[in-house]
């Protein structure tokens, strides 16, 4: 039970790279924090810093009220799933899982119901007496979460704990995790790829870009309101469509002109553009896939005439229950998440039109968000 | 393609077949000479089998054991290779695990000095460590294991930190946060890792020190101190007489445990142990 706190936290790595800059968290206690970027942004440096693994370079790591810098991670009260699963090679499951307790110095009948509840969570009940070697990468996975579920620790930190398993036993562990976290009542920091896992488990979600922070936000947040062009592409999938568009004054109202299409704004979008001082300067816009409409869909939502683009389907790609439909406005690739009803295949020309409400702008120089 | 390959194959098998019997010769001649009667021993039926009236059956053996000072330099043998060996595992385990984890001036000067170490000869420094040894009082077979672990160091340090290198670090910080002190990592985490290199280490060194025959005899008091290469020699002096028989019964005798030991390690030497630690 403990809060994290980075101040001013740098990482700076042997060979001169800096790969953390300036990190600044609140984490509160009972959280369950996610932290998402690209492959090589410092997620796992960030996490090996909390557990003590990696030196801080300079700035503050405060666990509760606990200046952390110089503890070593023994006396910190943690538990981790290593990215790379660091299983004891010449342990068998068992003794992998109970490990920690036995140092803890845990009664055995104590030691044998925990590993044997978490091996039951886990489904790793008939592999109890074999050793990492002969089990596959999914299992092992499963048994590095394992060695940490059955600690009470004050923080877990989780590095891509279900990056090799299977879609239905993911969705499984999924549920098992935000159980778990329930239960425990404890911090958790939480690294993925996954956006499904950011979204449905994390309480707030740290969007990083090269080492630096751009957002810290609800799910719900950043979804709606990204506070620059790299959230808004990055929490989404398919990913945002951007384009560039000159803002065009037009006696009744602004329009936004892009690659021979115009589509007007509405009142607010109207007044943040205004007060900017962005009347006659280029932008850039985003549309979320799921806001761009497809020819009757354009009707039955009652999106005027003025807003649809006409455009010729790149690619089709039926996903079960939504369709997808590629297209080009200009050079940029768009997509738009449709109704699996429709006609539309590639190689047709159709209409598209944007749910303007629900557009995006950003400053084209900064790259942060004008309005939502 | 192929056919070159199994033409390379059989080119090299005739090779090590002549290497093995020339290596084996010596052994065999004297496990030969070792059943024949005293008499039969010479240099010009050295190669024959025994024969009826030439077979002494162990009475040689028996010689050799029941002969003055044989169980007690046994028991030095054992004790030196045993004091030895575990001091050279223990200590330079530890310091390739130090050497490898720790960055820096420190240990990247430790590395070279042991590496160093493995090329100056022994017998360029035998005199002046006769000498010290002395001074230090560590001529006696309890505590020669000090003098052993300098001169093995070098080539067990050298084999450890190699393998110190390929086991993935995470497994140790995993310890180290499961709640593992530093000696609890090495002994619970380590060790158990490195078990496959112990074993081969182990069996050279075990082999150097049982066998080694110059350092005892310049660092013990030969007259008190005898060791089983020691011993041998002193069968072949005594009296003024060369009783053959018993010492190559002797000799035989002491390859045994050294071929124990070889044959009991063999199987742990397996590759990998590391294997199912981390992805991939
Ligand atoms: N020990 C190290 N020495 C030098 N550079 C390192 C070291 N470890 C990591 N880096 C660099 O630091 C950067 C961040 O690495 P990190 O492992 O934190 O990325 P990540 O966000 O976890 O990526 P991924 O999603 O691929 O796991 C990378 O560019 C990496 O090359
Ligand atoms: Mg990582």
Redesign the interface.
Known sequence: MASISFKNVRKTYDNGVEVVKGFHLDVADKEFIVLVGASGCGKSTTLRMIAGLEDITSGELWIGDKLVNNIPPKDRDIAMVFQSYALYPHMTVYDNMAFALKLAGESKAVIDEKVKEAAEILGLTPYLDRKPKALSGGQRQRVALGRAMVRKPAVFLLDEPLSNLDAKLRTEMRSQLAHLHKKLETTFVYVTHDQTEAMTLGTRIVVMNAGIIQQVDTPRNLYTKPVNKFVAGFIGSPTMNFSNALVAEKEDGLYLEFEGHSVKLNAEKTKALKDGGYVGKEVIFGIRPEDVYEDEDVVKAGLEEKRVIEAEVDMYELLGSDVILYYYVGENKFTAIVNPATPTRTGDTTHFAFDVDRMHIFDKDTEVTICH | MKKQKSAVDTVWSFVLAVASVLYMYPIVMILFNSFKQERAISTGTAFQLPTAETFAGIEHYINAVNSKGFLQSLGYSFLITITSVGAILLFCSMCSWYITRVKGFVSNGLYMLFAFSMVVPFQMVMFTLSQTADQLKLNKPWNIWIIYLGFGAGLATFMFAGFMKSI?L??E?????????PL?TYFM?VM??L?PTMVSVGILEAMWVWNDYLLPTLVLDIKKYKTIPMLIQYFRGSYGRVEMGPMMACIMLTIIPIVIIYLLGQKHIIK????????G
């Open positions: 993935p995470e497994v910080e995993a310890s180290m946060i499961d709640g593992c002190s609890q985490i158990p890792m078990k990998g142990v590391a294997a199912g630690a981390v992805k």
